[in-house]
Protein backbone atom coordinates (compact mmCIF):
# COMPACT_ATOMS: atom_id res chain seq x y z
CA UNK A 1 0.00 0.00 0.00
CA UNK A 2 2.81 2.75 0.86
CA UNK A 3 4.00 1.63 -2.51
CA UNK A 4 1.04 2.70 -3.77
CA UNK A 5 0.31 6.11 -2.18
CA UNK A 6 4.11 6.69 -3.50
CA UNK A 7 2.44 6.19 -6.95
CA UNK A 8 -0.39 8.45 -6.44
CA UNK A 9 2.06 11.08 -5.09
CA UNK A 10 3.95 10.51 -8.16
CA UNK A 11 1.19 10.87 -10.37
CA UNK A 12 -0.11 14.54 -8.54
CA UNK A 13 3.63 16.11 -8.85
CA UNK A 14 3.81 14.98 -12.54
CA UNK A 15 0.35 16.55 -13.50
CA UNK A 16 1.50 19.57 -11.15
CA UNK A 17 4.69 20.04 -12.62
CA UNK A 18 3.21 20.05 -16.25
CA UNK A 19 0.29 22.44 -15.43
CA UNK A 20 3.04 24.85 -13.91
CA UNK A 21 5.56 24.34 -17.05
CA UNK A 22 1.93 25.27 -19.01
CA UNK A 23 0.97 27.98 -16.62
CA UNK A 24 4.51 29.62 -16.38
CA UNK A 25 5.79 29.63 -19.12
CA UNK A 26 2.79 30.33 -22.24
CA UNK A 27 3.03 32.26 -25.66
CA UNK A 28 0.44 34.45 -24.97
CA UNK A 29 -2.90 35.36 -22.82
CA UNK A 30 -6.34 36.03 -24.45
CA UNK A 31 -7.46 39.07 -21.85
CA UNK A 32 -10.61 39.51 -23.77
CA UNK A 33 -13.60 37.75 -25.71
CA UNK A 34 -16.39 39.83 -26.89
CA UNK A 35 -19.00 38.15 -28.84
CA UNK A 36 -22.36 39.66 -31.04
CA UNK A 37 -24.62 37.93 -32.31
CA UNK A 38 -26.97 40.41 -34.24
CA UNK A 39 -30.53 38.18 -35.25
CA UNK A 40 -31.44 40.31 -38.62
CA UNK A 41 -33.93 38.13 -39.14
CA UNK A 42 -35.33 34.76 -38.20
CA UNK A 43 -32.92 33.49 -41.39
CA UNK A 44 -30.14 35.48 -41.25
CA UNK A 45 -27.62 36.77 -38.74
CA UNK A 46 -24.27 38.09 -37.94
CA UNK A 47 -21.41 37.15 -35.12
CA UNK A 48 -18.66 39.92 -34.45
CA UNK A 49 -15.69 38.30 -32.47
CA UNK A 50 -13.50 40.45 -30.73
CA UNK A 51 -10.22 39.68 -29.18
CA UNK A 52 -7.67 40.67 -26.89
CA UNK A 53 -4.44 39.37 -26.94
CA UNK A 54 -1.22 39.87 -25.15
CA UNK A 55 2.15 38.12 -26.12
CA UNK A 56 4.53 37.40 -23.89
CA UNK A 57 7.27 36.65 -26.87
CA UNK A 58 7.62 37.32 -29.76
CA UNK A 59 4.82 35.67 -32.79
CA UNK A 60 3.33 35.51 -36.19
CA UNK A 61 -0.23 35.21 -36.39
CA UNK A 62 -3.36 34.64 -34.43
CA UNK A 63 -6.13 31.57 -34.51
CA UNK A 64 -9.40 32.52 -34.50
CA UNK A 65 -12.16 29.69 -34.17
CA UNK A 66 -16.02 29.93 -34.44
CA UNK A 67 -18.38 26.97 -32.89
CA UNK A 68 -20.89 24.35 -35.38
CA UNK A 69 -21.07 21.68 -32.88
CA UNK A 70 -23.80 19.70 -31.68
CA UNK A 71 -27.68 19.95 -32.97
CA UNK A 72 -28.03 22.56 -35.21
CA UNK A 73 -30.92 23.49 -37.29
CA UNK A 74 -31.34 22.16 -40.52
CA UNK A 75 -29.48 24.59 -43.45
CA UNK A 76 -27.15 25.90 -41.13
CA UNK A 77 -24.41 27.45 -42.89
CA UNK A 78 -21.42 29.73 -42.24
CA UNK A 79 -20.88 31.81 -45.18
CA UNK A 80 -17.01 32.31 -46.48
CA UNK A 81 -15.33 34.50 -46.08
CA UNK A 82 -15.38 36.35 -42.98
CA UNK A 83 -14.13 39.50 -42.49
CA UNK A 84 -10.81 39.85 -40.60
CA UNK A 85 -9.77 43.05 -39.05
CA UNK A 86 -6.72 43.89 -36.95
CA UNK A 87 -6.79 47.23 -34.93
CA UNK A 88 -3.84 49.42 -35.79
CA UNK A 89 -2.33 46.82 -38.65
CA UNK A 90 -2.30 45.68 -41.93
CA UNK A 91 -1.96 42.13 -42.69
CA UNK A 92 1.02 40.48 -44.12
CA UNK A 93 -1.51 38.36 -46.10
CA UNK A 94 -4.78 36.90 -46.67
CA UNK A 95 -6.24 34.64 -43.97
CA UNK A 96 -6.68 31.16 -44.11
CA UNK A 97 -9.57 29.23 -43.35
CA UNK A 98 -9.79 25.85 -42.30
CA UNK A 99 -12.76 23.75 -41.49
CA UNK A 100 -12.33 21.77 -38.35
CA UNK A 101 -15.77 19.68 -38.97
CA UNK A 102 -16.90 20.87 -35.53
CA UNK A 103 -16.46 24.68 -36.97
CA UNK A 104 -13.85 26.94 -38.44
CA UNK A 105 -10.59 28.64 -37.65
CA UNK A 106 -8.90 31.24 -39.19
CA UNK A 107 -4.90 31.94 -39.36
CA UNK A 108 -4.42 35.49 -39.15
CA UNK A 109 -1.14 36.38 -40.57
CA UNK A 110 0.24 38.98 -38.37
CA UNK A 111 3.76 39.21 -36.58
CA UNK A 112 4.97 41.00 -33.64
CA UNK A 113 6.97 40.96 -30.78
CA UNK A 114 7.43 40.01 -26.81
CA UNK A 115 4.67 42.12 -24.75
CA UNK A 116 2.55 43.25 -28.04
CA UNK A 117 -1.24 43.16 -27.13
CA UNK A 118 -3.25 42.96 -30.37
CA UNK A 119 -6.80 43.25 -31.15
CA UNK A 120 -8.63 41.25 -33.66
CA UNK A 121 -11.71 41.59 -34.98
CA UNK A 122 -13.48 38.65 -37.46
CA UNK A 123 -17.28 39.13 -38.29
CA UNK A 124 -19.00 36.32 -40.04
CA UNK A 125 -22.25 35.35 -42.05
CA UNK A 126 -24.76 33.08 -40.75
CA UNK A 127 -27.75 31.42 -42.18
CA UNK A 128 -30.37 29.49 -40.33
CA UNK A 129 -28.88 30.22 -37.05
CA UNK A 130 -32.07 29.61 -35.36
CA UNK A 131 -34.80 26.37 -34.91
CA UNK A 132 -38.27 27.84 -36.08
CA UNK A 133 -40.65 25.67 -34.07
CA UNK A 134 -44.44 26.09 -33.93
CA UNK A 135 -44.59 28.62 -30.89
CA UNK A 136 -41.21 29.40 -30.48
CA UNK A 137 -38.26 30.36 -31.95
CA UNK A 138 -35.07 28.61 -30.05
CA UNK A 139 -31.15 29.91 -30.48
CA UNK A 140 -29.03 26.78 -29.41
CA UNK A 141 -25.37 27.67 -30.51
CA UNK A 142 -21.90 27.13 -28.89
CA UNK A 143 -19.91 29.72 -30.36
CA UNK A 144 -17.35 29.68 -27.84
CA UNK A 145 -15.50 25.45 -28.36
CA UNK A 146 -12.90 24.33 -26.38
CA UNK A 147 -9.81 26.64 -26.86
CA UNK A 148 -6.10 26.15 -25.77
CA UNK A 149 -6.22 29.09 -23.38
CA UNK A 150 -8.32 30.29 -20.52
CA UNK A 151 -9.92 34.31 -20.96
CA UNK A 152 -10.08 36.49 -18.50
CA UNK A 153 -13.40 38.01 -19.32
CA UNK A 154 -15.85 36.88 -21.83
CA UNK A 155 -18.81 39.34 -23.09
CA UNK A 156 -21.53 37.67 -25.03
CA UNK A 157 -24.33 39.92 -26.67
CA UNK A 158 -27.12 38.57 -28.25
CA UNK A 159 -29.73 41.46 -30.56
CA UNK A 160 -32.87 40.51 -32.02
CA UNK A 161 -34.07 43.04 -34.38
CA UNK A 162 -37.01 40.98 -35.17
CA UNK A 163 -37.71 41.64 -31.19
CA UNK A 164 -39.45 43.93 -29.33
CA UNK A 165 -38.95 44.88 -25.57
CA UNK A 166 -42.66 43.27 -24.52
CA UNK A 167 -41.61 40.03 -27.01
CA UNK A 168 -41.50 36.97 -23.76
CA UNK A 169 -38.38 35.83 -24.22
CA UNK A 170 -35.37 34.23 -21.87
CA UNK A 171 -31.74 33.89 -22.24
CA UNK A 172 -29.65 31.25 -20.49
CA UNK A 173 -25.90 30.45 -20.87
CA UNK A 174 -23.96 27.28 -20.35
CA UNK A 175 -20.76 26.14 -19.55
CA UNK A 176 -19.25 22.95 -18.36
CA UNK A 177 -20.74 22.06 -15.17
CA UNK A 178 -18.18 22.94 -12.71
CA UNK A 179 -17.15 25.90 -15.13
CA UNK A 180 -18.05 29.77 -13.77
CA UNK A 181 -21.65 31.05 -13.72
CA UNK A 182 -22.38 33.93 -16.34
CA UNK A 183 -24.32 36.53 -15.12
CA UNK A 184 -27.10 37.85 -17.91
CA UNK A 185 -28.74 41.38 -17.93
CA UNK A 186 -31.30 42.23 -20.58
CA UNK A 187 -31.52 45.63 -21.82
CA UNK A 188 -35.08 46.36 -24.03
CA UNK A 189 -34.93 43.69 -26.36
CA UNK A 190 -31.24 42.62 -26.12
CA UNK A 191 -29.27 40.29 -23.91
CA UNK A 192 -25.60 40.96 -22.59
CA UNK A 193 -23.99 37.89 -20.71
CA UNK A 194 -20.38 38.21 -18.90
CA UNK A 195 -18.16 35.12 -17.89
CA UNK A 196 -14.64 35.81 -15.84
CA UNK A 197 -11.98 33.79 -15.86
CA UNK A 198 -13.00 31.02 -18.70
CA UNK A 199 -10.74 28.27 -18.34
CA UNK A 200 -8.81 26.57 -21.49
CA UNK A 201 -10.96 23.74 -23.19
CA UNK A 202 -14.27 25.01 -21.85
CA UNK A 203 -17.08 26.16 -24.15
CA UNK A 204 -19.88 28.16 -24.08
CA UNK A 205 -23.25 27.70 -25.39
CA UNK A 206 -25.98 30.33 -25.73
CA UNK A 207 -29.66 28.64 -25.24
CA UNK A 208 -32.38 31.31 -25.65
CA UNK A 209 -36.28 31.60 -27.11
CA UNK A 210 -38.34 34.30 -28.34
CA UNK A 211 -42.63 33.24 -28.45
CA UNK A 212 -43.35 33.48 -31.78
CA UNK A 213 -46.67 35.05 -31.03
CA UNK A 214 -45.35 38.61 -29.32
CA UNK A 215 -42.94 38.59 -32.85
CA UNK A 216 -43.70 41.08 -35.79
CA UNK A 217 -43.96 39.63 -39.09
CA UNK A 218 -40.72 41.08 -39.86
CA UNK A 219 -38.67 37.76 -40.72
CA UNK A 220 -41.28 35.25 -40.65
CA UNK A 221 -39.37 32.25 -42.04
CA UNK A 222 -40.98 28.70 -43.70
CA UNK A 223 -38.91 26.64 -42.09
CA UNK A 224 -40.31 24.24 -39.60
CA UNK A 225 -37.45 22.70 -37.66
CA UNK A 226 -39.38 21.25 -34.71
CA UNK A 227 -42.46 21.25 -32.44
CA UNK A 228 -40.73 22.17 -28.93
CA UNK A 229 -42.81 24.46 -27.01
CA UNK A 230 -42.28 27.18 -24.59
CA UNK A 231 -43.16 25.53 -21.33
CA UNK A 232 -40.84 22.28 -22.62
CA UNK A 233 -38.01 25.21 -23.04
CA UNK A 234 -38.86 25.79 -19.08
CA UNK A 235 -38.13 22.05 -18.29
CA UNK A 236 -35.39 21.76 -19.84
CA UNK A 237 -33.80 24.17 -18.62
CA UNK A 238 -34.79 23.53 -15.03
CA UNK A 239 -33.44 20.19 -15.31
CA UNK A 240 -29.87 21.60 -16.51
CA UNK A 241 -29.67 23.68 -13.44
CA UNK A 242 -30.77 21.05 -11.05
CA UNK A 243 -28.31 18.71 -12.87
CA UNK A 244 -25.72 21.47 -12.50
CA UNK A 245 -26.89 22.20 -8.94
CA UNK A 246 -26.47 18.50 -7.90
CA UNK A 247 -22.87 18.10 -9.91
CA UNK A 248 -21.99 21.00 -7.85
CA UNK A 249 -23.04 19.59 -4.25
CA UNK A 250 -21.65 16.12 -5.21
CA UNK A 251 -18.33 17.71 -6.00
CA UNK A 252 -17.84 20.27 -3.47
CA UNK A 253 -19.79 19.49 -0.71
CA UNK A 254 -20.86 15.80 -0.53
CA UNK A 255 -17.15 14.23 -2.03
CA UNK A 256 -15.41 16.85 1.01
CA UNK A 257 -17.23 15.29 3.65
CA UNK A 258 -17.62 11.96 2.52
CA UNK A 259 -13.44 12.70 2.99
CA UNK A 260 -13.56 14.48 6.01
CA UNK A 261 -15.49 11.75 7.28
CA UNK A 262 -12.56 8.86 6.64
CA UNK A 263 -10.22 11.00 7.78
CA UNK A 264 -12.30 12.20 10.88
CA UNK A 265 -12.47 7.87 11.54
CA UNK A 266 -8.87 7.75 10.95
CA UNK A 267 -8.15 9.98 13.88
CA UNK A 268 -10.62 7.98 15.70
CA UNK A 269 -9.32 4.94 15.59
CA UNK A 270 -5.84 6.25 15.94
CA UNK A 271 -6.25 8.16 19.31
CA UNK A 272 -8.04 4.84 20.55
CA UNK A 273 -4.92 2.70 19.25
CA UNK A 274 -2.67 5.63 20.90
CA UNK A 275 -5.08 5.85 24.51
CA UNK A 276 -4.76 1.93 24.25
CA UNK A 277 -1.13 1.47 23.88
CA UNK A 278 -0.20 3.88 26.44
CA UNK A 279 1.59 2.88 29.55
CA UNK A 280 -1.16 4.60 32.17
CA UNK A 281 1.61 7.26 33.59
CA UNK A 282 3.05 10.48 32.29
CA UNK A 283 5.95 11.79 33.32
CA UNK A 284 7.18 15.76 33.08
CA UNK A 285 9.04 16.73 29.87
CA UNK A 286 11.36 19.14 31.24
CA UNK A 287 13.12 17.50 34.30
CA UNK A 288 16.85 17.13 34.37
CA UNK A 289 18.47 13.97 35.89
CA UNK A 290 22.53 14.24 36.63
CA UNK A 291 23.46 10.74 37.57
CA UNK A 292 23.59 7.77 35.56
CA UNK A 293 19.93 6.23 35.77
CA UNK A 294 21.96 2.53 35.05
CA UNK A 295 25.59 1.63 34.12
CA UNK A 296 24.68 -0.64 31.03
CA UNK A 297 26.56 -0.52 27.95
CA UNK A 298 25.17 1.60 24.99
CA UNK A 299 24.18 -1.26 22.73
CA UNK A 300 22.30 -2.90 25.69
CA UNK A 301 20.71 0.30 27.38
CA UNK A 302 19.30 1.46 23.98
CA UNK A 303 17.57 -2.26 23.27
CA UNK A 304 16.54 -2.16 26.59
CA UNK A 305 14.83 1.26 27.32
CA UNK A 306 14.61 2.48 23.75
CA UNK A 307 14.15 -0.73 21.81
CA UNK A 308 16.64 0.41 19.50
CA UNK A 309 18.61 -2.23 17.75
CA UNK A 310 21.59 -1.59 15.67
CA UNK A 311 20.58 -4.06 12.83
CA UNK A 312 17.64 -1.95 12.54
CA UNK A 313 19.37 1.14 12.40
CA UNK A 314 21.99 -0.01 9.68
CA UNK A 315 21.90 1.76 6.34
CA UNK A 316 22.81 -1.28 4.60
CA UNK A 317 19.76 -2.91 5.01
CA UNK A 318 16.64 -0.78 5.96
CA UNK A 319 16.75 1.49 8.59
CA UNK A 320 14.43 2.77 10.99
CA UNK A 321 14.07 6.49 10.77
CA UNK A 322 11.92 6.78 13.84
CA UNK A 323 15.02 4.92 15.90
CA UNK A 324 15.74 7.18 18.83
CA UNK A 325 19.90 6.62 18.23
CA UNK A 326 21.18 6.52 14.83
CA UNK A 327 23.50 4.36 13.56
CA UNK A 328 26.50 6.12 13.68
CA UNK A 329 25.57 7.24 17.13
CA UNK A 330 25.56 4.08 18.59
CA UNK A 331 29.20 2.80 17.30
CA UNK A 332 30.88 6.06 18.48
CA UNK A 333 29.05 5.89 22.12
CA UNK A 334 30.10 1.96 22.04
CA UNK A 335 33.69 2.71 21.15
CA UNK A 336 34.04 5.40 23.51
CA UNK A 337 32.54 2.88 25.77
CA UNK A 338 35.55 0.17 25.02
CA UNK A 339 37.79 2.90 25.55
CA UNK A 340 36.63 3.32 29.41
CA UNK A 341 36.74 0.24 30.30
CA UNK A 342 40.05 -0.28 29.01
CA UNK A 343 38.79 -2.21 26.30
CA UNK A 344 40.81 -0.26 23.42
CA UNK A 345 43.85 0.99 24.37
CA UNK A 346 45.46 4.50 22.69
CA UNK A 347 48.57 6.05 21.85
CA UNK A 348 49.90 8.77 19.70
CA UNK A 349 52.66 7.92 17.04
CA UNK A 350 53.82 11.46 15.88
CA UNK A 351 50.55 12.41 13.88
CA UNK A 352 48.76 9.25 14.05
CA UNK A 353 46.15 8.30 16.58
CA UNK A 354 46.71 4.08 16.55
CA UNK A 355 44.13 2.11 18.92
CA UNK A 356 44.72 -0.89 20.18
CA UNK A 357 43.03 -4.31 21.58
CA UNK A 358 43.33 -4.97 25.14
CA UNK A 359 42.16 -6.87 27.58
CA UNK A 360 39.22 -8.87 26.08
CA UNK A 361 38.86 -11.86 28.45
CA UNK A 362 36.42 -9.36 30.32
CA UNK A 363 34.29 -8.52 27.56
CA UNK A 364 30.51 -9.88 26.23
CA UNK A 365 30.05 -12.13 23.15
CA UNK A 366 28.51 -8.91 21.34
CA UNK A 367 31.38 -6.65 22.23
CA UNK A 368 33.89 -9.08 21.12
CA UNK A 369 31.98 -8.85 18.19
CA UNK A 370 31.88 -5.10 17.43
CA UNK A 371 36.23 -5.06 18.08
CA UNK A 372 35.97 -7.81 15.39
CA UNK A 373 33.94 -5.44 13.14
CA UNK A 374 36.21 -2.36 13.85
CA UNK A 375 39.21 -3.98 13.92
CA UNK A 376 39.27 -6.64 11.37
CA UNK A 377 41.96 -9.66 12.13
CA UNK A 378 44.22 -7.01 13.63
CA UNK A 379 45.20 -6.41 16.89
CA UNK A 380 45.65 -2.38 16.52
CA UNK A 381 45.46 0.36 13.63
CA UNK A 382 44.92 3.81 13.00
CA UNK A 383 41.86 5.59 13.71
CA UNK A 384 41.32 6.22 10.09
CA UNK A 385 41.58 2.35 9.08
CA UNK A 386 38.86 1.36 11.69
CA UNK A 387 36.24 -0.65 9.46
CA UNK A 388 38.92 -1.00 6.85
CA UNK A 389 37.23 -4.62 5.86
CA UNK A 390 34.27 -2.30 5.02
CA UNK A 391 35.99 -0.03 2.75
CA UNK A 392 35.00 0.66 -0.70
CA UNK A 393 37.78 1.43 -3.17
CA UNK A 394 36.28 4.77 -4.80
CA UNK A 395 37.58 3.23 -8.44
CA UNK A 396 34.95 0.67 -7.98
CA UNK A 397 32.54 3.32 -9.22
CA UNK A 398 34.05 6.18 -10.87
CA UNK A 399 33.91 6.80 -13.85
CA UNK A 400 31.51 3.73 -14.69
CA UNK A 401 29.96 2.23 -17.79
CA UNK A 402 27.36 0.40 -18.52
CA UNK A 403 29.79 -2.98 -19.16
CA UNK A 404 30.58 -2.43 -15.78
CA UNK A 405 27.45 -2.72 -14.07
CA UNK A 406 27.53 -6.71 -13.26
CA UNK A 407 30.63 -6.14 -11.61
CA UNK A 408 29.49 -3.10 -9.30
CA UNK A 409 26.51 -4.68 -8.27
CA UNK A 410 27.87 -8.07 -7.49
CA UNK A 411 30.73 -5.76 -5.34
CA UNK A 412 28.64 -3.85 -3.79
CA UNK A 413 25.78 -7.19 -2.65
CA UNK A 414 29.42 -8.32 -1.46
CA UNK A 415 29.39 -5.01 0.46
CA UNK A 416 26.60 -5.17 1.93
CA UNK A 417 26.70 -8.79 3.13
CA UNK A 418 29.57 -8.00 4.61
CA UNK A 419 27.95 -5.07 6.48
CA UNK A 420 24.90 -7.17 7.57
CA UNK A 421 26.89 -10.19 8.90
CA UNK A 422 28.76 -8.24 11.16
CA UNK A 423 25.81 -6.19 12.19
CA UNK A 424 23.19 -8.81 12.91
CA UNK A 425 26.23 -10.92 14.51
CA UNK A 426 26.41 -7.58 17.19
CA UNK A 427 22.38 -7.43 17.78
CA UNK A 428 22.11 -10.87 18.35
CA UNK A 429 25.06 -10.70 20.77
CA UNK A 430 23.19 -8.10 22.54
CA UNK A 431 20.17 -9.54 22.42
CA UNK A 432 22.04 -13.20 24.28
CA UNK A 433 23.36 -10.42 27.04
CA UNK A 434 20.23 -9.03 27.63
CA UNK A 435 18.54 -12.92 28.27
CA UNK A 436 21.47 -13.35 30.12
CA UNK A 437 21.10 -10.81 32.76
CA UNK A 438 17.37 -11.00 32.83
CA UNK A 439 15.79 -7.72 32.18
CA UNK A 440 12.42 -7.11 33.22
CA UNK A 441 10.21 -6.72 30.22
CA UNK A 442 9.56 -3.00 29.14
CA UNK A 443 7.53 -3.62 26.34
CA UNK A 444 4.36 -5.65 25.80
CA UNK A 445 3.35 -6.92 22.49
CA UNK A 446 -0.14 -5.07 20.65
CA UNK A 447 -3.27 -7.20 21.52
CA UNK A 448 -5.69 -8.46 19.02
CA UNK A 449 -7.74 -5.38 19.89
CA UNK A 450 -4.89 -2.88 19.89
CA UNK A 451 -4.06 -4.47 15.90
CA UNK A 452 -7.76 -4.08 14.63
CA UNK A 453 -7.74 -0.26 15.90
CA UNK A 454 -4.07 0.39 14.36
CA UNK A 455 -5.13 -1.29 11.43
CA UNK A 456 -8.69 0.41 11.28
CA UNK A 457 -6.97 4.32 11.41
CA UNK A 458 -4.49 2.95 8.30
CA UNK A 459 -7.16 2.24 6.25
CA UNK A 460 -9.66 4.76 6.78
CA UNK A 461 -6.89 7.10 6.12
CA UNK A 462 -6.01 5.07 3.04
CA UNK A 463 -9.54 5.41 2.12
CA UNK A 464 -9.77 9.03 2.36
CA UNK A 465 -6.11 9.38 0.12
CA UNK A 466 -8.01 7.34 -2.13
CA UNK A 467 -10.81 9.41 -2.63
CA UNK A 468 -9.24 12.65 -2.23
CA UNK A 469 -7.19 11.52 -5.63
CA UNK A 470 -9.78 10.57 -7.54
CA UNK A 471 -11.73 13.64 -7.38
CA UNK A 472 -8.87 15.53 -7.82
CA UNK A 473 -8.24 13.80 -11.18
CA UNK A 474 -11.51 13.37 -11.81
CA UNK A 475 -12.09 17.17 -11.54
CA UNK A 476 -9.33 18.01 -13.95
CA UNK A 477 -10.02 15.15 -16.35
CA UNK A 478 -13.33 15.63 -16.49
CA UNK A 479 -14.69 18.86 -15.53
CA UNK A 480 -11.13 20.33 -16.25
CA UNK A 481 -11.39 22.64 -13.15
CA UNK A 482 -7.99 22.47 -11.81
CA UNK A 483 -6.39 24.01 -8.94
CA UNK A 484 -3.17 24.28 -7.28
CA UNK A 485 -4.80 23.88 -3.75
CA UNK A 486 -6.17 20.77 -4.20
CA UNK A 487 -2.92 18.93 -4.55
CA UNK A 488 -1.35 19.56 -1.80
CA UNK A 489 -4.19 18.75 0.34
CA UNK A 490 -4.39 15.62 -1.26
CA UNK A 491 -0.72 15.01 -0.92
CA UNK A 492 -1.33 16.03 2.88
CA UNK A 493 -4.34 13.17 3.21
CA UNK A 494 -1.64 11.05 1.68
CA UNK A 495 1.09 11.60 4.33
CA UNK A 496 -1.27 10.53 6.76
CA UNK A 497 -1.79 7.09 6.53
CA UNK A 498 2.04 6.45 5.65
CA UNK A 499 2.73 8.32 8.82
CA UNK A 500 0.62 6.13 10.85
CA UNK A 501 1.52 3.37 9.01
CA UNK A 502 5.04 3.44 10.00
CA UNK A 503 3.90 3.85 13.94
CA UNK A 504 1.98 1.32 13.72
CA UNK A 505 4.77 -1.30 12.49
CA UNK A 506 7.06 0.03 14.85
CA UNK A 507 4.74 -0.74 17.60
CA UNK A 508 3.81 -4.11 16.51
CA UNK A 509 7.93 -5.15 15.54
CA UNK A 510 8.71 -3.61 18.85
CA UNK A 511 5.46 -3.43 21.07
CA UNK A 512 4.50 -1.08 23.49
CA UNK A 513 6.66 0.26 26.45
CA UNK A 514 4.18 -0.33 29.82
CA UNK A 515 4.52 1.21 33.20
CA UNK A 516 7.81 0.06 33.95
CA UNK A 517 9.84 0.96 30.71
CA UNK A 518 7.77 4.65 31.08
CA UNK A 519 9.74 4.54 34.11
CA UNK A 520 12.92 3.94 32.65
CA UNK A 521 12.33 6.03 29.77
CA UNK A 522 11.64 8.77 31.93
CA UNK A 523 14.92 8.45 33.80
CA UNK A 524 17.41 8.05 30.75
CA UNK A 525 14.88 11.11 28.81
CA UNK A 526 15.98 13.27 31.63
CA UNK A 527 19.39 12.22 31.65
CA UNK A 528 19.88 12.60 27.94
CA UNK A 529 18.29 16.09 28.41
CA UNK A 530 20.73 17.32 30.90
CA UNK A 531 23.41 16.57 28.32
CA UNK A 532 21.94 18.54 25.92
CA UNK A 533 21.55 21.01 28.39
CA UNK A 534 24.97 20.92 29.50
CA UNK A 535 26.06 24.27 28.63
CA UNK A 536 23.99 25.47 30.70
CA UNK A 537 24.17 24.31 34.16
CA UNK A 538 25.13 26.40 37.15
CA UNK A 539 28.08 26.09 39.12
CA UNK A 540 26.43 23.45 41.49
CA UNK A 541 24.61 21.62 38.73
CA UNK A 542 28.10 20.94 37.39
CA UNK A 543 29.91 20.15 40.38
CA UNK A 544 27.12 17.71 41.05
CA UNK A 545 28.55 15.43 38.25
CA UNK A 546 31.37 12.94 38.64
CA UNK A 547 31.56 10.02 36.22
CA UNK A 548 32.76 12.43 33.11
CA UNK A 549 34.06 9.14 31.53
CA UNK A 550 30.38 8.04 31.64
CA UNK A 551 29.06 11.18 30.53
CA UNK A 552 31.12 11.50 27.83
CA UNK A 553 30.30 7.69 27.00
CA UNK A 554 26.86 8.43 26.74
CA UNK A 555 26.85 12.31 25.46
CA UNK A 556 28.43 10.18 21.93
CA UNK A 557 24.98 8.50 22.16
CA UNK A 558 22.80 11.41 22.40
CA UNK A 559 24.46 13.19 19.97
CA UNK A 560 26.08 16.08 22.25
CA UNK A 561 29.84 14.70 22.68
CA UNK A 562 30.63 18.20 21.49
CA UNK A 563 29.10 20.07 23.77
CA UNK A 564 29.94 17.94 26.87
CA UNK A 565 33.53 18.35 25.66
CA UNK A 566 33.33 22.08 25.50
CA UNK A 567 32.38 22.24 29.20
CA UNK A 568 35.58 20.22 29.93
CA UNK A 569 37.46 22.06 28.31
CA UNK A 570 36.08 25.47 30.09
CA UNK A 571 36.30 23.64 33.32
CA UNK A 572 39.78 22.15 32.93
CA UNK A 573 37.97 18.68 33.89
CA UNK A 574 40.66 15.34 32.67
CA UNK A 575 39.34 11.79 32.84
CA UNK A 576 42.19 9.51 34.36
CA UNK A 577 41.38 7.14 31.09
CA UNK A 578 44.00 8.47 28.46
CA UNK A 579 41.74 7.53 25.58
CA UNK A 580 38.77 9.50 26.43
CA UNK A 581 41.28 12.37 27.81
CA UNK A 582 42.89 12.84 24.22
CA UNK A 583 39.49 12.22 22.71
CA UNK A 584 39.17 15.41 24.92
CA UNK A 585 41.90 17.65 24.82
CA UNK A 586 43.41 16.42 20.99
CA UNK A 587 42.46 15.54 17.39
CA UNK A 588 41.57 12.46 18.28
CA UNK A 589 37.85 13.93 19.31
CA UNK A 590 37.53 14.94 15.40
CA UNK A 591 39.09 11.52 13.93
CA UNK A 592 36.81 9.33 16.55
CA UNK A 593 33.67 11.41 15.24
CA UNK A 594 34.53 11.73 11.52
CA UNK A 595 37.33 9.53 10.44
CA UNK A 596 35.67 6.17 10.30
CA UNK A 597 35.06 4.02 7.16
CA UNK A 598 33.46 5.08 4.43
CA UNK A 599 31.38 2.32 2.50
CA UNK A 600 28.04 1.46 0.63
CA UNK A 601 28.50 3.90 -2.36
CA UNK A 602 25.58 5.36 -4.66
CA UNK A 603 26.43 6.58 -7.52
CA UNK A 604 24.13 8.33 -9.47
CA UNK A 605 24.36 10.19 -13.03
CA UNK A 606 26.64 13.51 -12.98
CA UNK A 607 27.73 13.18 -9.54
CA UNK A 608 28.33 10.69 -7.12
CA UNK A 609 27.08 10.63 -3.68
CA UNK A 610 29.35 8.90 -1.12
CA UNK A 611 27.58 7.85 1.88
CA UNK A 612 29.22 6.52 4.32
CA UNK A 613 28.25 4.24 7.37
CA UNK A 614 30.42 4.74 10.09
CA UNK A 615 29.25 7.67 10.42
CA UNK A 616 26.81 8.89 7.85
CA UNK A 617 28.27 11.59 5.84
CA UNK A 618 27.60 12.78 2.69
CA UNK A 619 30.17 13.54 0.36
CA UNK A 620 29.64 14.83 -3.38
CA UNK A 621 32.30 14.06 -6.30
CA UNK A 622 31.95 15.23 -9.40
CA UNK A 623 32.04 12.77 -12.66
CA UNK A 624 34.37 14.15 -15.56
CA UNK A 625 32.33 11.84 -17.67
CA UNK A 626 28.71 13.10 -16.80
CA UNK A 627 27.06 11.37 -19.91
CA UNK A 628 28.31 8.44 -19.48
CA UNK A 629 25.69 5.74 -17.29
CA UNK A 630 26.37 5.67 -13.99
CA UNK A 631 25.07 2.20 -12.17
CA UNK A 632 24.11 1.88 -8.41
CA UNK A 633 24.67 -1.67 -6.93
CA UNK A 634 21.04 -3.29 -5.84
CA UNK A 635 19.85 -3.55 -2.61
CA UNK A 636 19.64 -7.63 -2.61
CA UNK A 637 19.12 -9.71 0.25
CA UNK A 638 22.20 -11.92 0.72
CA UNK A 639 22.37 -15.44 0.75
CA UNK A 640 22.10 -17.48 4.14
CA UNK A 641 25.30 -19.26 3.18
CA UNK A 642 27.43 -16.15 2.67
CA UNK A 643 26.24 -14.54 5.73
CA UNK A 644 27.06 -18.10 8.21
CA UNK A 645 30.62 -17.78 6.42
CA UNK A 646 31.53 -14.23 6.93
CA UNK A 647 29.62 -14.86 10.49
CA UNK A 648 32.29 -17.44 11.54
CA UNK A 649 35.20 -15.12 10.22
CA UNK A 650 34.13 -12.21 12.05
CA UNK A 651 33.83 -14.13 15.30
CA UNK A 652 37.25 -15.14 15.14
CA UNK A 653 38.97 -13.20 17.67
CA UNK A 654 42.98 -12.78 16.85
Not at 205 to 224: F, I, P, Q, T, V
Not at 602 to 626: D, G, K, Y
Amino acid sequence: MKKFLYLVFAILICIFVVRDVQASSPSYDVLYYRGTLTLNTWDDATYEEELVYYFKNSYNGQYVTLGSAGNMPQGFEIEMPPKVEVEGRELDREPEITNLGDGYRVKIYNSGVAHDTVKVKVTWDLKNLLFVHQDILRLNWKPISDGDRGVSKVELKVIPKFASPTTTSELHVHTAYMGPEAVVTKDQADYTATISNLPSKEGVELSAYWLKSDLASLGESSRNTGLMKEDEYHRLEEHIAQTRLWIHLFWNLILPAVILLFLLLAIYYWRKFKKATWSGVTYPTDTRMYELPNNLAPLVMASVVYSTEIDEACPAGNPDSKSTFSFDKLLQATLLDLMDRGAIAYRQDGEKTILSRQNQDSLDDFERDFLNMAFGNKLECTVDHLFEDFYIDPSLYKHAKKKDQDRIRAEGREAQIQINCAVNAVARGVQNKIQSIGFPTYYRPLSPQENTLGRRAITYGIVACIIAFLTFFARDEIFHSFSIYYMPATVALGVIPILLSKRYKVAQRDGVVNAAGAEQRYYWDSFGRMLKEIAHLNDAELQSLVLWNRLLVYAALYGVADKVAKVMKLRQIHIQNPALDAFVYTSFYHHCLTLVMPCLPIVRRQQQLVISLFPLVVEEVSLAEVEEEVLVPSNLAFSIERCNEFSKRVGETP
